[in-house]
């Protein structure tokens, strides 16, 4: 993953409207039982990362098809995903942890490296796109990167129930989400059936500095930094990144080039 300063024609940006914390935190509780410098070019984790205790050895299933261990903390985490991107884009995959040793190894337990956030689009499949396998990756889809108590749940399980070193806000290029939101804001009109929701949610990022397809297209970046804020903003996730046991990061996927980079 390479990373992108400032706002290009292909990737421009700002920042949902979430339920109150303390309904969020009940949910969390009660679904989940009680419950740097980074690698090609994501993002940093806090200086307190190595004052971090040191993450738990990986056991068996933990071991990746590469032959080495599975990533354990943000920057390594970072690095794995930019690798895989940079052989999906060269289409050199390896198409890894898909062997039938990784897949008897998964029936005792999983032991994802990183958790993506993305869109629904058909075209933008995180597996995919960073060349992971099996195990590999926890994925939570919703149109427009939305967050709901549902995401924000299956998030949190994640990263407080597995430990996941990393969260990625992976936003992509044309963005029918995005677009639909833009749409209803400028003409008046609901979309419908539950589009409106999703809409609605997408509204607060609206970019108002461009008109037409670049509106749209600086929306899609400005959303992906606004659900990244709300999820750092979260109690749970902001002190697991304030000692550097997690990092959360922003990036977009262009359909047109097949690379992610950061935001």
Same mark, same amino acid.
């Given at each position: ?28 509780? =009660?679904?989940?039982? *009680?419950?740097?410098?980074? *690698? ?7 200086? #307190?990362?190595?004052? =971090?205790?040191?993450?738990?050895? !990986? ?5 990746? =098809? ?10 390594? =985490?970072?690095?794995?995903? #930019? ?9 050199? /995959? ?15 337990? /999983? ?20 060349? /992971? *396998?099996? %195990? ?24 407080? +129930? ?28 609901? !979309? !419908?059936?539950? &589009? ?9 990022? &609206? ?8 509106? &749209? ?15 750092? #903003? +979260?109690?749970?996730?902001? %002190?697991?990144? #304030?000692? *550097? ?8 996927? +262009? ?9």
């Amino acid at each position: 993953m390479t990373t992108r300063s400032g706002a290009g024609p292909a990737a421009p940006s700002v920042p949902l409207s979430l339920p109150s914390p303390r309904g969020r935190r009940a949910l969390l509780r =009660a679904a989940l039982g *009680g419950t740097a410098v980074l *690698g090609a070019g994501l993002v940093a984790a806090p200086a #307190a990362a190595a004052a =971090a205790p040191a993450p738990p050895a !990986p056991g068996p299933a933990a071991m990746t =098809a590469r032959g080495g261990p599975r990533p354990t903390t943000p920057a390594e =985490a970072l690095r794995e995903l #930019a690798r895989g991107n940079r052989r999906w884009r060269s289409r050199h /995959q390896t198409h890894p942890d898909e062997s039938a040793a990784a897949r008897v190894a998964a029936v005792s337990g /999983q032991h994802p490296f990183a958790l993506v956030l993305g869109c629904i689009d058909s075209r933008v499949p995180p597996e995919l796109v960073f060349d /992971q *396998g099996l %195990g590999d990756l926890m994925t939570v889809r919703s149109a427009g990167e939305v967050l709901d108590e549902a995401v924000l749940g299956s998030i949190a399980y994640g990263v407080l +129930e597995l430990a996941i070193p990393l969260v990625v806000v992976l936003g992509h290029q044309s963005c029918g989400a995005v677009a639909a939101a833009v749409r209803a804001e400028e003409t008046g009109e609901r !979309p !419908p059936a539950h &589009i409106d929701y999703i809409a609605e949610r997408i509204r607060p990022a &609206i970019d108002h500095t461009h008109t037409g397809a670049a509106r &749209i297209d600086a929306t899609i970046t400005a959303n992906v930094r606004r659900v990244r804020g709300l999820l750092a #903003a +979260e109690p749970d996730l902001a %002190g697991r990144v #304030a000692t *550097g046991r997690l990092a959360i990061v922003g990036a977009r996927y +262009e359909l047109s080039s097949q690379r992610v980079h950061r935001l």
